[in-house]
């Protein structure tokens, strides 16, 4: 079955701390891929995607992913935390041989920084 | 901007009584979805709809049905509201159908947070 794991549940970091989250999928065939951010009281929104192309994605805020076919994974980076980065994380899939464009989330992280 | 509204940010309901929640984009888009976000759990697909009228189970759709009589509205129903669906209540909308670029990047909504008591 497709899946997408995140397998970090909590991180916590102190300020100026570099950052990896880890994401890997299960499916093959075409692959776009998602982080998004949930900020605390905020709805989701997008951090970066990749669809095709180079494998190192740059987002909002600093955020960069790179995409690995031959690791399955997806992990978010950014060089140097903030304590406004303290929000929960989730990675997100779509394959082509999906139906009806429905993509898969995973569990989530939940990112804390210490000012 | 795509913008997705809930009808409710807080709704409490008692046990046994049918909810209706409501989504509604302005974007035009063709894909909806409803999910529901636990903590621990991440986001877990309940139902989509792809097309007016038309509609597909996600992962838990038990205890759930949808609505889509207008593209831009997806209703999620729970028929008779049990403490087990308290949760934060998730819509998104997408453009289409997949393959292509931006397709498929979601658009969500604030979330209602739904406690059955």
């Known amino acids: 079955a497709q899946s997408v794991s995140q397998h970090n549940h909590h991180v916590i970091l102190s300020e100026a701390a570099s950052l990896e989250l880890g994401c890997n999928y299960s499916?093959?065939?075409?692959?776009?891929l998602f982080w998004y951010v949930q900020y605390p009281g905020q709805h989701l929104q997008l951090l970066l995607k990749?669809?095709?192309?180079?494998?190192l994605v740059k987002g909002i805020k600093g955020f960069e992913a790179e995409f690995i076919k031959s690791k399955f994974s997806f992990n978010l980076r950014k060089p140097s935390v903030q304590w406004s980065d303290t929000a929960e994380y989730f990675c997100?899939?779509?394959?082509?041989?999906?139906?009806?464009?429905?993509?898969?989330f995973g569990s989530g992280t939940r990112l804390s920084i210490r000012p | 901007d795509v913008k997705v509204t809930q009808s409710s940010r807080y709704l409490v309901k008692r046990t046994g009584e049918k909810v209706f929640l409501e989504c509604v984009q302005d974007?035009?888009?063709?894909?909806m979805f409803w999910y529901r976000q636990d903590p621990g759990l991440g986001l877990r697909l309940i139902y989509f709809s792809y097309d007016v009228k038309m509609k597909e189970k996600g992962d838990i759709p038990e205890g759930y049905s949808v609505s889509r009589e207008k593209k831009e509205r997806f209703s999620l129903i729970l028929e008779s509201a049990s403490t087990n669906q308290t949760s934060m209540y998730l819509c998104?909308?997408?453009?289409?159908?997949?393959?292509?670029?931006?397709?498929?990047?979601?658009?969500f909504g604030p979330g209602t947070r739904l406690t059955v008591l």
């Open positions: 499916y093959g065939g075409t692959v776009n």
């Open positions: 997100a899939g779509y394959s082509g041989y999906s139906s009806a464009s429905k993509i898969i």
């Open positions: 998104a909308s997408s453009l289409g159908v997949g393959g292509s670029e931006t397709y498929n990047e979601q658009f």
């Open positions: 974007m035009d888009h063709e894909n």
């Open positions: 990749y669809f095709s192309g180079d494998p």
